[in-house]
């Protein structure tokens, strides 16, 4: 995919994001929205992965470690064909496999159940170290919050990982500088986060986390660098795209009624023409 054709993608993930949570009425669409970009490098372009045949032995994985944003997870799912895009409006739903956090025994893609905050990391940890023991090649990605980190689990984690010399694991922190109850700055600071990764001898990258060309680069670096764990540090916008909930906190964890639903959909359909143009 080019970078036009990625952008074109990352809206549809976002469009997915709106409904499903609208549809659901309960969900976290703005830390959902902040990672698009993310979630649709990784799973269009940078992992070794088959919607045809998603559990085949050599893919790459990637553990949710911020799993209440599910809904870009799922969204990025079903637009790469590991499922319907349809039953994104079943989120949440009683009877729907489409639960409110990551479930591994019965979504398509998904390898890790994720949802307690700082044990993502550990499981992905746990996986790039089978990797190394198995003499398999495959590399393992994990995606934190930034206000995750603020769990000391995250930092056992990564001391783990870099003692081991995991340089098949890749550990992203989508920076959008809010969480539940507000800025990370205001709640418990865990900046500066690439000082710290630095600091547990990762290699650190910081990038525009919605610029494809940073975004490329920064995974390319990753596999060129050897003997050491990478970390991503992505500066994004919670609730990216959408007017009424960028830099928002309170869309951490709601839902858009019906006119704001509509707004935020013609919000990005205005997003997918002005691609369109280009």
């Known amino acids: 995919m080019n970078k036009l054709e990625l952008m074109k993608t990352a809206n549809e993930i976002r469009k997915g994001v709106v409904t499903a949570v609208h549809s659901a009425k309960s969900g976290h669409p703005g830390g959902s929205l902040s990672a698009a970009d993310i979630y649709t490098y990784l799973f269009f372009e940078e992992m070794n992965i088959d919607p045809k045949d998603p559990k085949k032995a050599d893919r790459d994985r990637f553990v949710l470690s911020k799993g209440h944003t599910a809904p870009g997870y799922y969204s990025t799912l079903a637009n790469r064909g590991?499922?319907?895009?349809?039953?994104?409006?079943?989120?949440?739903?009683?009877?729907?496999?489409?639960?409110?956090?990551?479930?591994?025994?019965?979504?398509?893609?998904?390898?890790?159940?994720?949802?307690?905050?700082g044990q993502g990391i550990s499981a992905a940890v746990g996986m790039a170290i089978s990797a190394k023991l198995s003499g398999d090649d495959y590399r393992?990605?994990?995606?934190?919050?930034?206000?995750?980190?603020?769990?000391g689990q995250v930092w056992e984690a990564s001391m783990l990982a870099a003692h081991r010399k995991l340089d098949n694991l890749v550990v992203i922190v989508d920076n959008n500088n809010l969480q539940i109850d507000g800025a990370i700055t205001d709640v418990n600071s865990p900046y500066p986060i690439d000082k710290k990764f630095e600091a547990f001898?990762?290699?650190?990258?910081?990038?525009?986390?919605?610029?494809?060309?940073?975004?490329?680069?920064?995974?390319?670096?990753?596999?060129?660098?050897?003997?050491?764990?990478?970390?991503?540090?992505?500066?994004t916008v919670k609730g990216k795209d959408v007017s009424f909930m960028?830099?928002?906190?309170?869309?951490?964890?709601?839902?858009?009624?019906?006119?704001?639903?509509?707004?935020?959909?013609?919000?990005?359909?205005?997003v997918g023409e002005a691609l369109c143009q280009k």
């Open 201 to 235: 001898n990762f290699h650190v990258i910081n990038i525009n986390g919605h610029d494809f060309e940073e975004i490329a680069a920064a995974f390319k670096e990753a596999r060129e660098t050897k003997g050491q764990p990478t970390a991503i540090i992505a500066k």
């Open 246 to 270: 960028e830099n928002q906190a309170s869309w951490h964890g709601a839902a858009p009624n019906d006119e704001q639903y509509a707004t935020a959909m013609a919000d990005l359909e205005k």
């Open 140 to 151: 393992v990605y994990t995606l934190l919050g930034d206000g995750e980190i603020q769990e």
């Open 82 to 117: 590991f499922f319907p895009v349809d039953d994104l409006t079943t989120l949440r739903k009683v009877g729907s496999y489409l639960q409110g956090h990551p479930d591994m025994k019965h979504i398509p893609g998904v390898d890790m159940s994720s949802g307690s905050l």
